[in-house]
């Protein structure tokens, strides 16, 4: 039953969200007005119910059931607060041109929802929260305590209706019976929502501190709450010092609260301290002196501090780490403030010290609270909370709710206003992680990240603000010192959200990452036409990025281990506590025998990220320059060839100069070839034969030179040396190819990127003389330029192979395109780049077969490879733009073909098995015809007879049935897949074809 009402409330959620992404579009507003407003309403009122459900779920999902119905209470009134009330349309306009339709109405007829939907929901806030309350303890409901809260959860949103402005707007009545009829069921729910107070949490939680015996207890408690409650809404609903006189208001006051101290058990000779705080409350209320609210302040200070000296002072055990007398001093300290801060607020006076104090409870609050939440994780499982979340989340929604209006009322200051919120938001970090205690590093990070939106405004018409560079070197020392002195806080949100000890660069790169975000706001304020900051910050979030991904080795001293430093010195950067993991894998991979390795020359890859982000940044003058860009080219791969060779082939110093040079070839060639110089097109075909022949040379000489360690490995594996040797030289030569397929990638992409510049520029060319010429529909056809194409740039000469240059004319834009880059001695672009690509693909397949055994899922990854082809002159003359998937599809197809009929071949040999055999085989040719025919549409793309679809798909399921093999039911499979493609891409074909026709 659950997962059907989550699958329904999921529709509707994403039905919704379509409604709400519908309705963002100019042309639906402007074409189809009703159909807008209609989504609008349907949107504001179907939220709210759809939403309870999934807050309910959700909420479920982290809590206690039997809490549920209380969240979902404060939920659905807030929902209702923000949909439910009268909301004027955002398509509405007071100027009829303006309006959605062109048609204009009053604002009293531009409210979305209509009175019946905010009836219904209003009825589901009123009842939701009890039927669910209902439907969890239905089966203990007899017992009063449901009761009560079965009450309370009835009372409260009738309450809410009834006291916030247009709670009722739905009455269908006069506004004078609507206001009547409001304070009627504010008065009717407050004395139900505090019969169910009563019973629920007084006479339920409180029991033990309430002094006076039974039935005097019920009769004074519910006397004193009863007065209270009626004095409140009396001065709410402003009855106060009209219908009833303060004189007698100030009394009753005083004698409610004398019977509340009696009830929890006041001495006589402490009774003048709540009595003193009864009478001045209600003398203020009357005079508004501050004295009068002085002698309030006192006696409830005085109060406060016997019940908790008188209940709490004995007892003699720590909550968290501090004892319980610091707790009750600091619930003391927090608790003068906020009887200090009302009085100063009412008479205007004071606005900075109202600032202070409310900074100093915002601080103790934080203390508090993390001492008091974060105890329940300290102490043995199943032990109850002692300070529930709940209370920790509506605790920073007041005081932030509090401190905006305090200074939007003028009654706080903004330096007040930023901190103290900032506080409140920082307390909320102990509900992520509260054995962490991550309040105060989170309100440092905060402050210091947002100081300079608080701290600098702009003027009026200037878009940023000035500020001295000495300024900004001292906002960006404070951030990096905070960002210091939060590592830990850091390290232990890395460490929770990683589920294990992180790796020392993740931390290092989380806290570079951490800096650059504390830095956005001070750049976005006051440097936003800094190009050369942002950048600097970019790249720093980046180089924390790349530590975290890399994640190199870092010294252990002034990391995690002290120093050799007289005067027993310790700078370092993590204690006891806070130990990142050190990579060593090796040891755990070969044994202790090989020694330690830990992975250096990651740094290369770094230094080399940094150096390519740095001349691509600009931020160096005269780094965009052609020059500049080929020797931070031949920078980066050195750098990259170094990391490869000596992690790839370690103690092979032949090897590792050939691919340091080789890497060093395919980045020059790549810069060269994006970023010319004169005369860089002859060198092209250089550095790529110089490659190709390192590439030879390598696999050549590395079947041939010695294996280092191989006296190391002869004493540790003596029984097999012969067979470790030849599996180290095969892995040798596995990561040799790895690296030279690396190199064929890049080379075939930056080749295939400038055959694509070369045809993009061509159509612009093109469409841009087409309509100056005035025929927009002009389509370039067969290649007319004079010439042959040279192929080699010049290094052979162009007479040479002018009769095979005639023969292998391309036509339409690649035919184009070759002629083009020709005039920059650039013809071959489109054959090399199919070579490097073949090249790469084939021996990225080799690499499969050697590391997996020829596993057939590894060709769909290896396929999108052959995307990189292209129509060159020479190869794959008849290659164009709708036959780009024509060779992925192809290969993988044959791929499965051949290695399914290799391994029936081998089974039916090795077992003698030809009746599996003859199987397997027939199911092979069953599926084969699907990918004929697929690979056929894919050429032409001509529609192909839909009963060939219909005849040979039967087939192919039948060998996904029978098949004994993977590789024939992946290509069964793959076929039928492919069928299913086809069949949808020619029916889109044809409808685009009628609706042209």
């Keep these: 039953m659950m997962s059907l009402l989550l699958s329904l409330m999921s529709g509707a959620l994403l039905m919704l969200t379509g409604m709400w992404l519908t309705v963002q579009f100019r042309f639906i507003q402007m074409q189809y007005p009703a159909v807008v407003l209609a989504f609008e309403r349907q949107v504001l009122t179907a939220t709210l119910p759809v939403a309870a459900v999934m807050h309910a779920i959700g909420i479920?999902?982290?809590?206690?059931?039997?809490?549920?119905?209380?969240?979902?209470?404060?939920?659905?009134?807030?929902?209702?607060?923000?949909?439910?009330?009268?909301?004027?349309?955002?398509?509405?306009?007071?100027?009829?041109?303006?309006?959605?339709?062109?048609?204009?109405?009053?604002?009293?007829?531009?409210?979305?929802?209509?009175?019946?939907?905010?009836?219904?929901?209003?009825?589901?806030?009123?009842?939701?929260?009890?039927?669910?309350?209902?439907?969890?303890?239905?089966?203990?409901?007899?017992?009063?305590?449901?009761?009560?809260?079965?009450?309370?959860?009835?009372?409260?949103?009738?309450?809410?209706?009834?006291?916030?402005?247009?709670?009722?707007?739905?009455?269908?009545?006069?506004?004078?019976?609507?206001?009547?009829?409001?304070?009627?069921?504010?008065?009717?729910?407050?004395?139900?929502?505090?019969?169910?107070?009563?019973?629920?949490?007084?006479?339920?939680?409180?029991?033990?501190?309430?002094?006076?015996?039974?039935?005097?207890?019920?009769?004074?408690?519910?006397?004193?709450?009863?007065?209270?409650?009626?004095?409140?809404?009396?001065?709410?609903?402003?009855?106060?010092?009209?219908?009833?006189?303060?004189?007698?208001?100030?009394?009753c006051l005083i004698l409610c609260v004398t019977a509340g101290s009696l009830a929890v058990g006041v001495p006589f000779h402490w009774l003048p301290a709540p009595m003193a705080a009864a009478i001045g409350l209600a003398t203020y209320y009357d005079s508004g002196n501050l004295r009068d609210w002085g002698l309030f302040v006192v006696g409830a200070f005085l109060s406060a501090g016997w019940f908790v000296h008188h209940h709490f002072w004995f007892l003699d055990f720590k909550v968290g780490f501090v004892h319980l007398h610091t707790v009750c001093k600091l619930a003391m300290a927090a608790l003068l403030p906020a009887l200090i801060v009302p009085g100063l607020v009412m008479n205007q006076t004071g606005r900075q010290l109202i600032g202070v104090l409310m900074l100093v409870q915002a601080e103790l609050l934080c203390v508090l609270e993390e001492q008091m939440y974060g105890a329940h994780h300290h102490e043995e499982p199943g032990s109850g909370m002692m300070y529930p979340s709940y209370l920790v989340i509506a605790t920073s929604a007041a005081g932030i709710a509090a401190c905006q209006a305090l200074y939007h009322g003028w009654s706080l200051p903004r330096w007040a206003n930023w901190v103290v919120s900032t506080l409140y938001v920082a307390k909320l970090t102990m509900l992520v992680l509260p054995e962490a205690y991550l309040v105060l590093p989170a309100a440092v990070l905060l402050l210091t990240a947002g100081a300079p939106l608080y701290m600098y405004t702009t003027e009026q018409g200037k878009l940023r603000v000035r500020l001295g560079a000495w300024q900004g070197l001292a906002h960006v020392l404070a951030t990096v010192v905070a960002v210091g002195l939060a590592r830990f806080a850091v390290f232990d949100v890395v460490q929770w959200s990683a589920l294990g000890r992180p790796h020392e660069g993740v931390l290092l790169g989380a806290l570079l990452v951490v800096t650059a975000a504390s830095l956005l706001p001070l750049i976005t304020r006051c440097w936003a036409h800094n190009q050369t900051a942002m950048r600097l910050v970019v790249m720093v979030g980046v180089s924390g990025l790349l530590l975290a991904i890399l994640q190199p080795p870092l010294p252990r001293m002034g990391g995690a281990a002290c120093p050799q430093l007289p005067f027993a010195l310790c700078p370092r950067l993590w204690d006891e506590r806070h130990v990142p993991l050190h990579d060593a894998d090796d040891v755990a991979v070969w044994g202790s025998g090989l020694g330690r390795r830990e992975h250096w020359p990651r740094w290369l890859l770094v230094a080399a990220a940094g150096i390519g982000l740095l001349g691509l940044s600009g931020a160096v003058p005269g780094s965009r320059a052609p020059f500049a860009r080929l020797l931070v080219g031949a920078a980066v791969g050195w750098l990259v060839g170094d990391y490869l060779a000596l992690e790839v082939m370690p103690g092979q110093v032949i090897l590792q100069v050939l691919v340091i040079a080789t890497s060093m070839l395919v980045v020059a060639f790549i810069t060269l070839l994006q970023n010319p110089l004169l005369g860089s097109p002859s060198w092209l075909p250089?550095?790529?034969?110089?490659?190709?022949?390192?590439?030879?040379?390598?696999?050549?000489?590395?079947?041939?030179?010695?294996?280092?360690?191989?006296?190391?490995?002869?004493?540790?594996?003596?029984?097999?040396?012969?067979?470790?040797?030849?599996?180290?030289?095969?892995?040798?030569?596995?990561?040799?190819?790895?690296?030279?397929?690396?190199?064929?990638?890049?080379?075939?992409?930056?080749?295939?990127?400038?055959?694509?510049?070369?045809?993009?520029?061509?159509?612009?060319?093109?469409?841009?003389?087409?309509?100056?010429?005035?025929?927009?529909?002009?389509?370039?056809?067969?290649?007319?330029?004079?010439?042959?194409?040279d192929f080699f740039c010049g290094v052979v000469p162009g007479n040479v192979l002018s009769n095979l240059g005639k023969a292998v004319q391309l036509e339409g834009a690649a035919g184009l395109a070759v002629r083009r880059l020709s005039r920059e001695g650039l013809a071959w672009v489109p054959t090399a780049g199919n070579i490097a690509t073949l090249l790469a693909f084939g021996i990225c397949v080799y690499l499969n077969m050697y590391m997996t055994g020829g596993a057939a899922e590894a060709l769909v990854l290896l396929a999108p490879l052959l995307l990189m082809l292209s129509p060159d002159p020479l190869l794959l003359r008849h290659l164009g733009e709708r036959q780009r998937y024509l060779p992925p599809v192809m290969a993988v197809s044959a791929y499965l073909a051949a290695t399914a009929q290799l391994q029936v071949l081998k089974w039916a040999v090795e077992y003698s098995d030809w009746t599996a055999f003859t199987l397997n085989t027939g199911m092979l040719l069953l599926a084969l015809p699907l990918h004929v025919i697929f690979c056929k549409y894919l050429w032409d793309q001509r529609p192909q007879p839909l009963g060939l679809l219909v005849a040979f798909g039967p087939l192919a399921v039948l060998s996904l049935l029978l098949a004994q093999t993977d590789a024939i039911r992946y290509l069964a499979g793959g076929g039928i897949i492919m069928a299913a493609m086809q069949y949808f891409s020619m029916r889109h074909s044809k409808r685009v074809g009628m609706k042209v026709v």
């Design 60 to 251: 479920a999902a982290v809590t206690e059931l039997g809490d549920v119905p209380y969240y979902i209470c404060a939920a659905l009134c807030l929902m209702y607060h923000f949909l439910a009330r009268p909301l004027e349309s955002s398509f509405h306009q007071p100027k009829a041109g303006r309006a959605i339709g062109g048609v204009t109405r009053s604002a009293a007829e531009a409210v979305v929802q209509s009175k019946v939907d905010a009836f219904w929901l209003a009825l589901a806030v009123a009842v939701l929260p009890a039927t669910s309350y209902y439907a969890i303890h239905a089966a203990v409901i007899n017992h009063w305590l449901h009761f009560w809260s079965v009450l309370v959860l009835l009372s409260a949103p009738v309450v809410y209706l009834s006291a916030v402005p247009d709670g009722l707007w739905w009455l269908p009545m006069s506004p004078r019976f609507v206001k009547g009829m409001s304070r009627l069921l504010l008065v009717l729910a407050a004395l139900g929502l505090l019969a169910g107070f009563e019973g629920r949490v007084v006479f339920y939680a409180f029991m033990p501190f309430i002094q006076v015996p039974p039935p005097w207890n019920y009769i004074t408690v519910s006397g004193a709450l009863l007065g209270l409650v009626l004095l409140a809404l009396a001065h709410v609903t402003g009855a106060l010092g009209t219908a009833m006189d303060v004189a007698v208001a100030g009394s």
């Design 686 to 789: 250089l550095l790529a034969a110089a490659w190709a022949g390192a590439f030879v040379v390598s696999l050549v000489l590395q079947t041939s030179l010695p294996l280092p360690d191989i006296q190391r490995f002869r004493r540790l594996y003596p029984d097999s040396a012969l067979q470790v040797e030849s599996e180290r030289r095969e892995a040798v030569q596995a990561s040799l190819l790895g690296v030279f397929a690396g190199h064929a990638l890049l080379l075939a992409f930056s080749l295939k990127l400038k055959m694509s510049a070369a045809l993009h520029q061509l159509g612009r060319k093109q469409q841009g003389a087409a309509y100056s010429a005035g025929d927009p529909y002009a389509r370039p056809h067969k290649a007319s330029l004079p010439g042959p194409p």
